[in-house]
T-cell receptor
Framework: DIQMTQSPSSLSASVGDRVTMTCRASQGISYYLAWYQQKPGTLPKLLVYDASSLESGVPSRFSGSGSGTDFTLTISSLQPEDIATYYC?????????FGQGTKVEIK | EVYLVESGGGLVQPGGSLRVSCAASGFRFSDLWMNWVRQAPGRGLEWVANIKKDGSERYYVDSVKGRFTISRDNAKNSLFLQMNSLRAEDTAVYYCTAGHYGDFRGQGTLVTVSS
């Protein structure tokens, strides 16, 4: 099975910083990747699908890129409300594995 | 709007069985793959199983193969997960989700495996 590895596992940044996190697949998955945001005590929310398509209503400071094995989620200017854990998930073929998550905190 | 309501969770002893359900509305249920995703307390998201639109294909994460069975009833817009031989490590909130990606719409149902 294809493994999904996110890095870093956690990061701390200041408000206004550009934040980048990565998701690496152990084999190519084309563009079949989604990113989710889960704030403490809430349900996961879809941010990006098909690697780079922004879900409707998601702030434009979020962007996704990549294809094949290497993917990136970028927050162009970190805001206090972006404190959350971010997960990637592949859906090219079963199993539709999630990454282990990247926890974002404010410095 | 998509509505997903999970039910059927509870406390069960190790080795026991439980069937959780998901009632769907607001979309054409028979048009979408359906999934079960779980989240253990304080842990990350884990995809558990999914089923094709017509039920002809089913897939599972390795840790539940042979113990869990996913099924659906398109006439009743319902998704099910039969869980047998439950283990402590199956303790989690179980969510159903629709399609290949999308917001989690239900609050989930808590399954606790403990003696």
């Amino acid at each position: 099975d294809i493994q999904m590895t996110q890095s870093p596992s956690s990061l701390s940044a200041s408000v206004g910083d550009r934040v980048t996190m990565t998701c690496r697949a152990s084999q190519g998955i084309s563009y079949y990747l989604a990113w989710y945001q889960q704030k403490p005590g809430t349900l996961p929310k879809l941010l990006v699908y098909d690697a780079s398509s922004l879900e409707s209503g998601v702030p434009s400071r979020f962007s996704g890129s990549g294809s094949g094995t290497d993917f990136t989620l970028t927050i162009s200017s970190l805001q206090p409300e972006d404190i959350a854990t971010y997960y990637c998930q592949k859906y090219d073929s079963a199993p539709w594995t999630f990454g282990q998550g990247t926890k974002v905190e404010i410095k | 709007e998509v509505y997903l309501v999970e039910s059927g969770g509870g406390l069960v002893q190790p080795g026991g069985s439980l069937r959780v359900s998901c009632a769907a509305s607001g979309f054409r249920f028979s048009d979408l793959w359906m999934n079960w995703v779980r989240q253990a307390p304080g842990r990350g998201l884990e995809w558990v199983a999914n089923i094709k639109k017509d039920g002809s294909e089913r897939y599972y994460v390795d840790s539940v193969k042979g113990r869990f069975t996913i099924s659906r009833d398109n006439a009743k817009n319902s998704l099910f997960l039969q869980m047998n031989s439950l283990r402590a490590e199956d303790t989690a909130v179980y969510y159903c989700t629709a399609g290949h990606y999308g917001d989690f719409r239900g609050q989930g149902t808590l399954v606790t495996v403990s003696s």
